[in-house]
């Protein structure tokens, strides 16, 4: 068969449709929303390229119409996660043997269904089953998954060419190997965009993977198995299997096989993944790569010389898109006293013009919170926060789950900057916001540093360059991806390479080559081309 130095197309970033009225994108998803709505799916588990069935099921619901049911899904048993984990080994050694060409070919095929014919299904199911309004669907869950699909081959590719040095007498090649095993692919509700790239960036490379979705976003990941399913992926590649997540991890965790670790999700779940894994680590064939983006309590600093509009921009925007349920959204902010007053105006103003609801409503900027628990959780802080007296809530504070689990985007001033909620993740549409004094601004750089264990995202506004340069210094290890004169969500694949340290994760750089490498197992191989036949070297001379 021919060889060839193969390019692989130049990644270009998905562009973002409007959905402006009367577009035809914005019918056409509408007609998906409503059919996907108003019908009901039944979700098996997806084992060796059998759709597998228990009988044991749960029931899918919008979290905007908590009564309404889209559809089932079926729980594993033990045997099914065991079975998953076999035939994913079993299909290791043809897929690891396939030429890298051939994989790429694959995914970069899902990346072009997305683009055509699925990617109204996409949006709709991440509409319904998320409540993401459709432009954050479109962002999430047609755009940055084409783009994690195109630029990971093009990342993959760059990883191949990346070869040592040679001489006349020797050359020295690296081989990119897949990990010894299989990996695991734990992905969260609120990206499905990361739900789809966990799994296939390491199937890409070679891997096989068990894959379990979070069970709220388990509506959408059977339309990213459907698009894996028609690109090609092959049996046993990648396994998907729902249920009890403790069982399915110990049983995945308990295998010696296992040989990688892709997460997203919360800290606490993390850091007993990744003490499980230590006190198993003399089981294993090999020792496990783990990769984790975790929690965060994104910041925003404004500094005196900024622009106060463009601060309130940052705060409405960076808090409240899709709620405030994505890792990098702004939940503290530090307001200097001059800037004050117009900041709070503007966010008080921009607030009034929020429409919340359904997202099937395109009107709807704002939509509900994931479920029943992030509901109660939310509804306490801020009730707490209602009668605290170093709190204030100017802004929202209501909330109704009668329908749909909706918060009322909410700003609470504090004059504690150790507050709780300038401390503890909420993970919605709450911002709380300390005012400091003008004239204090390198004393709070190093409050903004030490009040949290996260350092996933942040952002500095400020028309003064000293001060830009001071905070990029002085918050350095505060942030994995850090703004400047932006709010601190909405990084681009290929583009701000996401990942945060500390307690927000081990950085690994979702959307670049730096993810990638973690999930190859490199073999140098030196071939010396005049074998010596004599033992001795000059200095043994007489």
């Known amino acids: ?51 597998v069935k228990t009988g044991n099921t749960r029931t899918m619901s919008p979290p905007h119409d908590h009564q309404h049911i889209v559809g089932t899904y079926h729980l594993a048993e033990k045997e099914h996660v065991e079975e998953a984990i076999s035939t994913a080994l079993e299909a290791r050694e043809k897929w690891a043997a396939m030429p890298w060409e051939q994989r790429a070919g694959i995914f970069l095929k899902a990346a072009e269904l997305i683009a055509g014919p699925y990617r109204a299904k996409i949006n709709a199911a ?134 990688g670790l892709h997460y997203t999700g919360s800290t606490p779940v993390f850091q007993s993944l990744w003490k499980q894994i230590g006190n198993n680590i003399e089981n294993y064939k090999t020792y496990p790569r783990i990769v984790g983006e975790t929690g965060g309590k994104d910041f925003i600093v404004a500094h005196k010389s900024a622009v106060a509009k463009q601060v309130a921009t940052a705060i409405t925007r960076g808090a409240f898109e899709f709620q405030g349920q994505k890792c990098s959204a702004a939940s503290r902010a530090y307001v200097p006293s001059n800037l ?27 939509t509900a919170v994931i479920n029943e628990g992030s509901f109660d959780k939310l509804a306490k ?52 916001i300390y005012v400091y004094d003008e004239n204090d601004f390198s004393e709070t750089l190093k409050l903004v540093d030490g009040t949290s264990e996260y350092a996933l995202t942040g952002a500095i506004l400020s028309s003064c360059r000293y001060a830009v340069e001071e905070a990029t210094k002085a918050l350095q290890n505060s942030a994995g991806n850090f703004y ?51 033992y001795r070297y000059p200095f043994l001379g007489e």
């Open 340 to 366: 004050w007053e117009d900041v709070k105006k503007f966010v008080i103003e921009d607030l009034k013009t929020f429409k919340m609801g359904s997202p099937e409503d395109m009107g709807n900027f704002i």
């Open 126 to 259: 991440t509409m319904i089953a998320q409540s993401k309004n459709i432009y954050q669907a479109e962002i999430d869950a047609a755009c940055e998954l084409i783009d994690f699909l195109r630029y990971n081959v093009q990342f993959m590719s760059d990883i191949y060419m990346d070869q040592p040095e040679s001489t006349s007498d020797a050359w020295n090649r690296v081989e990119y190997r897949p990990l010894e095993g299989f990996t695991y692919a734990v992905t969260p509700f609120n990206f499905t965009a990361i739900a789809g790239n966990l799994p296939s960036c390491m199937a890409l490379m070679g891997n096989v993977v068990v894959w379990k979705p979070s069970n709220n976003q388990i509506f959408s990941a059977k339309v990213i198995m459907d698009v894996f399913k028609e690109a090609g992926v092959p049996d046993g590649v990648i396994n998907v299997v729902f249920g009890n997540p403790g069982m399915i991890t110990d049983t995945i965790l308990a295998n010696p096989h296992f040989s």
């Open 1 to 51: 068969m021919g060889k060839g130095f193969f390019n692989v197309p130049i990644a270009v970033n998905e562009p973002v449709k409007s959905y402006a009225p009367g577009s035809p994108e914005r019918e056409e998803v509408l007609k998906a929303y409503k059919e996907m709505f108003n019908s009901t799916v039944d979700v098996p588990m997806y084992i060796n390229g059998k759709d």
């Open 484 to 534: 400047i004169n932006d709010k601190p969500t909405g990084a681009v694949v290929g583009q701000q390479p996401f990942g945060g340290a500390r307690a927000s994760g081990t950085n690994d750089k979702a959307g670049s080559s730096q993810n990638l490498l973690r999930w190859v197992s490199p073999r140098l191989i030196k071939e010396t081309f005049v074998t010596p036949i004599d």
């Open 381 to 432: 802080y801020i009730d707490t926060a209602k009668t605290d007296k170093d709190a204030e809530i100017i802004a929202g504070g209501n909330y109704d789950k009668s329908k749909g689990y909706f918060i009322e985007p909410t700003v609470i001033v504090t004059t504690n900057p150790k507050y709780t909620t300038m401390v503890e993740e909420l993970f919605g549409p709450v911002m709380t």
